[in-house]
């Protein structure tokens, strides 16, 4: 979506180049802040979510390279088949007339309340707790090592001087 150079896609149709903080998830264009004005008030890209670029450049790959057109159609998904499994098209529904197919919002407008995403989030909590829970298990193994690492090497020193103070005893005897 976002361009390896951050400027603003509306200005340099200006032939105007200005820095752009902003990525616009429906449009997938770099935005400035004079721009971001306007996209806030025109009827047609009101609704449209924009993203800090700094935020947008954190996100991992699965997120960013998901498809918000249809490659076939070259449109915005905008409806679901529910027998499919698949996001499609307004042109896509031809295909899928004896389908089950409902609109995209209705789907993802209750995704976060559902019984399905809390049960992953407490997962996920869970898993990243174990996962905090052995780091800090395997930090202390090394700490644990590392302390009797020490001390065998002062028994080690401490036998090695005694056999020295033997090897030197007999020596003066002969």
């Known amino acids: 979506m976002a361009s390896s150079t951050t400027f603003c896609g509306p200005c340099s149709e200006r032939y105007i180049t200005k820095p752009s903080p902003y990525l616009c998830a429906e449009c997938g264009e770099v935005i400035c802040d004079d721009c971001q004005e306007h996209h806030k008030v025109h009827k047609a890209t009101q609704s449209h979510e924009l993203i800090p670029i700094a935020k947008y450049n954190?996100?991992?790959?699965?997120?960013?390279?998901?498809?918000?057109?249809?490659?076939?159609?070259?449109?915005?998904?905008?409806?679901?088949?529910?027998?499919?499994?698949?996001?499609?098209?307004?042109?896509?529904?031809?295909?899928?007339?004896?389908?089950?197919?409902?609109?995209?919002?209705?789907?993802?407008?209750?995704?976060?309340?559902?019984?399905?995403?809390?049960?992953?989030?407490?997962?996920?909590?869970?898993?990243?707790?174990?996962?905090?829970?052995?780091?800090?298990?395997?930090?202390?193994?090394?700490?644990?090592?590392?302390?009797?690492?020490?001390?065998?090497?002062?028994e080690i020193q401490e036998i090695r001087n005694q056999i020295n103070e033997h090897l030197d005893k007999l020596e003066k005897r002969n």
């Open 58 to 154: 954190s996100l991992p790959s699965f997120i960013t390279d998901i498809q918000k057109s249809c490659t076939y159609h070259n449109e915005k998904y905008q409806h679901y088949c529910v027998v499919h499994a698949i996001i499609i098209c307004f042109k896509g529904i031809k295909e899928h007339q004896k389908c089950n197919v409902i609109p995209l919002d209705e789907v993802t407008s209750n995704a976060k309340t559902s019984g399905h995403f809390q049960d992953l989030e407490t997962i996920l909590i869970d898993l990243l707790q174990n996962i905090n829970r052995i780091m800090n298990d395997r930090q202390a193994n090394l700490e644990s090592i590392e302390e009797r690492k020490e001390l065998h090497l002062a």
